[in-house]
């Protein structure tokens, strides 16, 4: 499968200022296989150590952090010469050897013509001991699920061809519309995650697809007690367990007395960073007020948690995939189609999204910083156009543009642009 964050990656490679590279996402997201896809196709060779499966690394990184020690040490192992620029060296489940991903922090100062690119699973919620990462001393690019756009180019190369084409305020067929818009169906059953997308790509198998996404969610419970250190296990696999019905509720508000009855923030903050921190869940703030800048006005104790997969989601919810194919009405299909719309903003956008609601009756599901511009944005998950909240934040802020997603086709309808669901990572054709 072809990943966007490859063009990313040359870019690093050809950065004068270029530092070791840290891949920061959630497991199972394609991090060890961009790594080796990387370094065979733009590398002359590469020379791969994984901590998890090798655990004799250590000791080298233990004794010494003289970068030259260690590329001798790192050569014999590899069995050839590792030359600076023409070997990408990579390090594969880092979080194993704290002492290895510390010496980056030398191989930036001492070294810093040998290209190096690691990567860990938890890297953010099981290594953030100071001594431990090298802050200021690497480059950090965010991996995630694959997006729409990169779904379509794997499973449908003709689909993702007409998709490539869509402009600003263009017309698009009704066939190709219904096209997307069955793939968009099919993504919310399928998700990013690789494995996933491969085995529908390679089997047309919707059953084999399931077997994997409950493969995966079943690691992330057991990632609990394996990788965390000082946080209750029990405690984040409560706030795990939660998150669709914290989803399911009308607000879809976090609730700490949805995790346990009676259950005081104090108990289950560190579980919730540490989800977060692992890219397991997104959260989104509300704001106080929808005004530059958003991060200003975040109300950090009202917040939403998100899975970092629709497909996962979609399984974990125990959703049937025809009343997805088939668009049925469910009462959970709205949060499924937020999901989405967020999984994409967030692997495509500059700042993270947040939400707005002012009291219990009205709520804007997101706002977008764009510039010094506050976009709001409105989901459907049918063909409604009904917006009381929306209407009245209009009238009221007076944003330059608003954005309505919908099953319903491109267009202008007043101050509001509708835009397809399937269009969501494609900020570039707002206005």
């Known amino acids: 499968m072809e990943r966007d964050c490859m063009k990313k990656l040359l870019a690093w490679k050809s950065d004068k200022y270029r530092k070791p590279l840290v891949l920061n996402g959630a497991r199972q997201v394609g991090k060890t296989w961009i790594m080796r896809e990387f370094g065979k196709n733009y590398y002359e060779d590469m020379a791969y150590f994984n901590f998890e499966e090798n655990s004799a690394l250590f000791p080298m990184f233990q004794k010494t952090k003289d970068p030259k020690r260690l590329i001798e040490f ?54 953030a001991a100071p001594k431990s990462y090298p802050v200021g001393q ?4 965010d991996i995630y699920p694959l997006s729409f756009r990169e779904f379509i180019r794997a499973v449908d190369e003709g689909c993702f061809k007409f998709y490539e084409t869509i402009t600003k305020n263009m017309d698009i067929p009704e066939h190709f519309h219904n096209r997307l818009t069955e793939m968009y169906r099919l993504y919310l059953i399928i998700g990013g995650m690789p494995e996933c997308v491969a085995a529908w790509s390679q ?3 919707p059953s084999m697809v399931k077997k994997i996404q409950q493969n995966i969610l079943s690691l992330y419970e057991n990632d609990f007690s394996k990788h965390n250190r000082k946080i209750n296990a029990a405690r984040i696999l409560l706030v795990y367990r939660s998150i669709v019905p914290q989803l399911a509720k009308e607000n879809k508000k976090f609730s700490y007395g949805t995790v346990k009855p009676g259950a005081r923030a104090r108990e289950f903050e560190e579980a919730i960073e540490w989800l977060v921190s692992s890219r397991i869940v997104n959260r989104i ?21 998100y899975f970092l997969d629709t497909g996962l989601l979609k399984t974990m919810a125990e959703i049937e995939n025809d009343a997805i194919i088939l668009d049925k009405d469910f009462s959970f299909k709205g949060v499924i189609n937020e999901n989405f719309i967020l999984q994409q903003f967030i692997s495509s956008l500059e700042f993270k999204p947040h939400y707005y609601a002012p009291d219990s009756q009205h709520e804007i599901d997101f706002l977008i910083q764009q510039d010094m511009k ?25 944003p330059p543009f608003a954005i309505r997603y919908s099953e319903r086709n491109y267009k202008k309808d007043g101050v509001f642009t509708n835009i397809p669901l399937y269009l969501a990572g494609r900020t570039d054709i707002w206005e």
């Open 374 to 398: 506050i976009i709001p944005i409105e989901v459907k998950s049918g063909k409604t156009k009904k917006a009381t909240s929306f209407k009245k934040f209009l009238e009221k802020y007076n």
């Open 203 to 205: 089997n047309r198998d």
């Open 138 to 141: 690497v480059d950090i690019m």
């Open 285 to 305: 703030y509300n704001v106080s007020a929808p005004l530059y800048s958003l991060k200003i006005y975040e109300e950090t104790n009202h917040f939403k948690l």
């Open 74 to 127: 790192l050569t014999m192992i590899h069995g050839k010469a590792i030359i600076a620029g023409k070997t990408l060296i990579v390090f594969d489940e880092i979080q194993e050897c704290p002492e290895a991903l510390n010496a980056l922090k030398y191989f930036r100062e001492n070294a810093n013509e040998y290209h190096i690119i690691t990567a860990g699973s938890l890297l953010g919620a099981s290594l």
